[in-house]
Structure formats: C-alpha cells, structure tokens
C-alpha cells in the first residue's frame, strides 16, 4: 500500500511538471479537472494562477465598461419601422388624442385659467410652415401634467381633432411604459419611449427624428426631467435636443415657450390635479441655428461641439423666456424684449428711476394685496413717504385716463395747479 501511494504522488508530480512545461513553452493553460489540488504543487504555479485569474477580471471589466463615446451624425429613414405605425395604433390615435386633448383643453380654459402671450408663433408655425418642415417645440418641465395639459390649452379644439398632425413626444421607460396597459395607452397618444442612461443615439431618439424626416411635430423637455424645485429654477438642456435638431433631414423649426402655475395645478406628490389656478405662458420667437449649419467653419467642427452649441443656444433661450415668465406672473407688465436685454439676469424691480433699488420679493410668499403693501416688506413707514414725494417731485408720469389727451405732465406741475384751484388762485404757466 506504501509503495502504491508512493507511485501515484510520484506520477502526480509528473504530470504538474509536465503541465508547467506545455503552459512555459506553448504559453497555453492545460484543463484539468483537479486543478484546485494542483495550484498547491509546484514552484509558481500558484501565484502564476492569480496572475492569469487578475488578468482574466481586468479584461472582462475593460470590455464590460462602456467606451468613450465618438458622436457622429446617424442618417435615420423616413419609413424606420415602428410599432407607433402600425394600423392598430393609428387608430387608437385618432380616438384617444382628440378625446384626451380635448378634455385637457375644458379643464384648463374652464376649471382654470390660462394667460398666454406670442401664441399666434405657435399658431402660426403650426399651420404656415413650409410643406414638409418639420416642427420641435421645447419647453420647461414643471409637473407630471405639463404635457398634455399645457399643450392642449394652447391650441383651439379644431385642431385638437387632427391627431396626425398633432405632436409627438418622448417619456422614460420607468415612468410611462412600466407594463404593457400603459405602454399602450401612451403609444396610443403619441408618446414615444426612451431609455435612462443609454445615450443619444437610442431606438427612441432614432424614431423621432424620422418623425421629423416626414415633416412631424416633436415636443421635448430639452431639461430631461422635472424640476425639483417646483419651477422656481431651470436645468441645463441635455445633449439629445441637439441631435434631434441637427441629426434631421431637414432642419426643423425649433419654437420655445415657457409656462408657469403648473406647480399649483399639479404640485410635487399630489395624484389628482387642483382647479382654479392660473397658469402663464410666453411663446419665443422661432431659435436659428442656420449660422450653426451652413457656414464654413461647421465642417470642421466635431459633432459634440455642434450638439453642445444647440443645446446651449436653446437653453439660454428658455432661461431668457423664464425670466420673463416669472415677472408676468408676479403682475409686470408684458413687453417683447430683445434677447440681449432678456439674457441680463434681473434681480430688481424697475425703480431705478425713482431712486431706489428694491429687491423683488419671491415667489411662494404669501400676497398682501397691492404692491405698496408687499414694499412694506422691505422699507418703514418713513422711507415709504420719502419714496412717494422723491417719485412726486422727480419721475414723469402719464395719467391713464388723460395720457391720450394731455400727454405727459410733470409731478410738480400738477401738484401746483391743484393747489391753486382749490385755494382759488389764478391758474398760472409754469415752465420747467
């Protein structure tokens, strides 16, 4: 029995070597059903198993991690075949998106109240562009329901009821296609998927713009997402805006507009949407980006950058609009700014002219009524008055019921023409 073990631990050690010699000559790793057992044997076999099983992980790990991105322009056909094309889904678009935005168009015009500025841009882009132009309207994300209940309260019923013509949207796959019943439902309106984290040239991407190709209407959130905040602030616009735009056959028309009151009318956590709020639109004039496309210089620019420049463009357009919007909604006066005048970040009232710098008060304070009451918040009693008279005696004005017949009339000058028929003296022409 010695003698038989003696052999077989001989024998062992034998093949070990021999198995050394084939993986040192022909560099090749020799299988072995015992090779748990054979890693204790030998000179260097053990620490040259763990180099090869560390190398083996490094590898998987280098092909599993996903490579530097190299962004390109993917021509998509105009007949990329689709499951939103098919019979079955046309007809489930002609009933449900007249029905849907309709209801959504009463709900928002009748249970609520819309205040909209520039709409005839919309209206106009939609119904005069260019045969076979197609259209991106981009917007803030505010609430769950900003689509469709902002959309649909912008466009009269009439058109509400073609629904080929009406537009097409992107949603995650998380939130609105977690199972079947609801991925058709929002197939059945006009949304379109898209994946989380898989990058700008996904299957989602790659049908809107053939949407696009066949001169379609595409709305997007250039955001990405919602606001965490409840309006108050603007993400940056995500890359994917820029290869929508760019990527196209034809460069689309691109028109912003920003809104809001949404975050009343659907607040962060709430299921069932309030009524008798007010929402503010303000629609932009249509984004160029010709200078971006046709000159010289754009062929020698990489495609990153030209996605980057879109998507910045567009994002300091709705910051612009944005700013705009809150001061409307505060009770400012609406008034077509010039861009360069919109891009200045205003943090103050417009009372320069009277002397005095006021911060704005924010938004989500509670309203005291008239705005001498919410400057109270900021001045006593005493400033109020030294405000008033300085606003009296150094500020032009215009009476709103005798501007048209009067013109302008010095504060001063009406002070003392008062003073004097009310004390019966004679009416005198001061010149200043």
């Known amino acids: 029995m010695g003698i038989q073990l003696f052999d077989k631990a001989d024998l062992w050690k034998s093949l070990l070597l021999l198995k050394v010699q084939l993986r040192d000559r022909f560099r090749i790793a020799v299988d072995d059903q015992r090779g748990r057992a054979a890693v204790l044997y030998t000179d260097g076999y053990f620490s040259s198993s763990i180099h090869r099983l560390a190398a083996r992980f490094r590898n998987f790990r280098r092909e599993s991690l996903p490579s530097a991105p190299a962004f390109y322009r993917r021509r998509v056909p105009k007949d990329l075949t689709a499951e939103e094309e098919s019979a079955i889904f046309r007809m489930l678009q002609a009933v449900a998106v007249p029905l849907i935005g309709n209801a959504c168009h009463v709900f928002m015009n009748g249970l609520n109240r819309v205040q909209v500025y520039g709409l005839e841009k919309l209206h106009d882009a939609l119904l005069n562009r260019p045969k076979n132009k197609p259209l991106v309207t981009v917007s803030n994300h505010v609430a769950s329901l900003d689509d469709p209940f902002v959309i649909a309260s912008l466009l009269p019923p009439k058109l509400l009821l073609d629904a080929r013509n009406l537009r097409w949207t992107l949603c995650a796959t998380d939130r609105c296609f977690k199972n079947p019943v609801t991925s058709a439902f929002f197939r059945s309106v006009k949304v379109l998927p898209v994946s989380r984290g898989e990058g700008i040239y996904q299957q989602g991407m790659d049908i809107a713009i ?223």
């Not at 975050?263 to 980006?289: L, N, W």
């Not at 919109?342 to 002219?353: A, E, F, P, R």
Request: charged share 25%; net charge positive.
């Open 210 to 432: 053939s949407k696009l190709n066949n001169g379609g209407w595409v709305h997007i959130f250039p955001e990405g997402s919602r606001s965490r905040d409840g309006g108050k602030t603007m993400g940056s616009a995500k890359r994917g805006i820029g290869r929508l735009i760019l990527d196209a056959d034809t460069l689309p028309m691109v028109v912003p507009f920003v809104h809001t009151g949404m975050q009343d009318i659907m607040p962060i956590g709430a299921s069932v949407p309030r009524i008798g709020k007010t929402v503010t639109v303000i629609i932009g004039d249509p984004i160029p980006f010709n200078d971006l496309v046709d000159t010289e210089g754009a062929k020698h620019v990489s495609r990153k950058q030209l996605y980057d420049a879109v998507s910045s463009r567009i994002g300091q357009r709705l910051h612009q609009l944005k700013q705009q919007v809150d001061k409307v909604s505060l009770g400012a006066h609406y008034s077509e700014e010039s861009p360069a005048l919109l891009g200045k970040q205003i943090s103050q009232t417009d009372v320069v002219s009277n002397g005095l710098d006021c911060q704005v008060p924010k938004r989500g304070l509670p309203s005291e009524g008239s705005i001498s009451l919410k400057v109270k918040r900021f001045l006593d009693s005493t400033e109020i008055m030294g405000f008033a008279a300085k606003g009296l005696f150094q500020s032009n004005y215009k009476s709103r019921d005798e501007s048209a017949n009067y013109g302008e009339i010095r504060g001063l000058k009406a002070w003392r023409e008062y003073y004097d028929v009310n004390n019966g003296l004679q009416k005198l022409d001061y010149t200043y």
